[in-house]
């Protein structure tokens, strides 16, 4: 049986590039090529149908850069055609990402009739000083307003993404973060830890007074703990929800499942019968992306998964969730005997890392999520 099919859609750009960010995102300026970029990614859609082969569309993100950069009218085209060539479900939950600084007094309820249902919105931090560090270009009103103006849309879907073990940050400062947002009652909110990333400014020039290792944990235990008091489920290690607010398109990348890619520097995955899968990319660069579409016969090249490969990333996936996996699932996604896996997993058990569930499910421990990267490094091939 295959697994679900998801789509999603890059559009590069952003206002500024933030210096934490890793992402293919792109400075726009006033030869922003929207309208070429839109042509490209609609022929980039015709040729996704392919690998589709008639399987249902679940989900759709679109991701970037900064999507509330284009208009509703550009994010409805996109979407028609989306609906033009692939089949989506009836429930298909459509997400956009969007910076609450980008979004016009009014516009969201032109997204929601454009076909958005579910909204990810940037906030990072409800601390003006801490904003500016990061380089964004809202500020904590302009998070209010967009929250409040997603409500007043009729978005009941809502995720809005903080981050925490910011420059010079104290606990105090990290829960208030944390009150602030929860005083604005969002049903989904992305919880994650400030990293500094290869090719990223902080990288290069890391900022003062990052918070160690020891103060970063008490943080992030203080503020779980607040989110869980008020009723969210972490259900995987950064993502927080209220009931039956779990982002669908998310739990299939975490659940190994397949995903079709628009856009530039976009990423696919594709299964075949016999858990068989192919990985393929589309050119980064925005440019060379539009030249390459804009060509009669383009396809991307795919990359065959090797089997040991299909159990890493299953693993380095699955481990992300609360609710970890069982053994007939890693079978059935991998195409692997789970016997490859057991002498890893019951290492892991002995330090503490996973623990066994009933019914052949295995899950990691507060250790386990603590000490993530090297839990998953343990099933590299």
């Known amino acids: 049986m295959l697994p679900p099919l998801s789509l999603y859609i890059h559009l590069p750009w952003c206002v500024r590039k933030c210096p934490y960010c890793d992402f293919n995102s792109h400075r726009a300026g006033e030869h922003t090529q929207k309208k070429r970029y839109l042509l490209a990614l609609e022929k980039d ?91 964004r270009i809202h500020g904590p009103d302009d998070i209010y307003v967009a929250c409040n103006e997603a409500a007043a849309a009729g978005f009941d879907s809502v995720n809005v993404d903080l981050m925490f073990a910011l420059p010079g940050q104290s606990l105090s400062a990290a829960i208030a973060d ?34 160690d290792d020891d103060l970063a944990w008490e943080i992030q235990q203080a503020c779980h703990e607040r989110l869980a008091q008020a009723g969210f489920e972490c259900y995987e290690i950064s993502a927080f929800a209220q009931p039956g607010h779990q982002c669908r398109h998310n739990l299939n990348y975490w659940s190994f499942g397949d995903y079709l890619a628009a856009g ?49 990333e299953f ?29 890893t997993l019951a290492g892991a058990e002995a330090d503490g890392l996973v623990e066994r569930q009933p019914g052949d499910r295995w899950r990691p421990t507060q250790d386990g999520f603590r000490l993530l990267n090297d839990l998953q490094a343990r099933f590299l091939p």
């Not at 989306?82 to 939950?93: A, H, I, N, V, Y």
């Open 45 to 135: 859609l015709q040729r996704e149908a392919a690998l589709a082969n008639g399987r249902v569309v679940e989900t759709i993100f679109l991701g970037g850069g900064t999507p509330s950069l284009f208009t509703p009218d550009e994010i409805g085209n996109v979407l028609h055609a989306c609906g033009k060539f692939l089949q989506l479900s009836d429930d298909c939950e459509i997400t956009m990402e969007a910076n609450p600084g980008t979004v016009e007094r009014g516009a969201l309820s032109a997204y929601r009739q454009s076909g958005i249902n579910r909204l990810s919105l940037g906030a990072q931090s409800f601390n003006a000083e801490m904003l500016k560090v990061l380089g």
């Open 178 to 211: 944390v009150d602030a947002l929860l005083a604005l009652a969002p049903p989904h909110i992305s919880y994650y830890q400030l990293t500094l990333e290869p090719n990223t400014v902080f990288f290069k020039r890391p900022p003062p007074n990052i918070p």
């Open 315 to 343: 693993m380095l996936n699955k481990l992300r969730l609360s609710e970890g996996f069982t053994e007939a699932e890693f079978t059935s996604k991998t195409g692997q005997d789970f016997v490859e896996l057991a002498a």
């Open 264 to 312: 530039a520097g976009a990423h696919g995955k594709i299964t075949r019968a016999g858990a068989a899968a192919w990985r393929y990319k589309k050119p980064a660069n925005p440019l060379l992306y539009m030249e390459w579409a804009e060509k009669e016969a383009a396809s991307p090249a795919m990359t065959p998964i090797e089997a040991a490969d299909r159990g890493f």
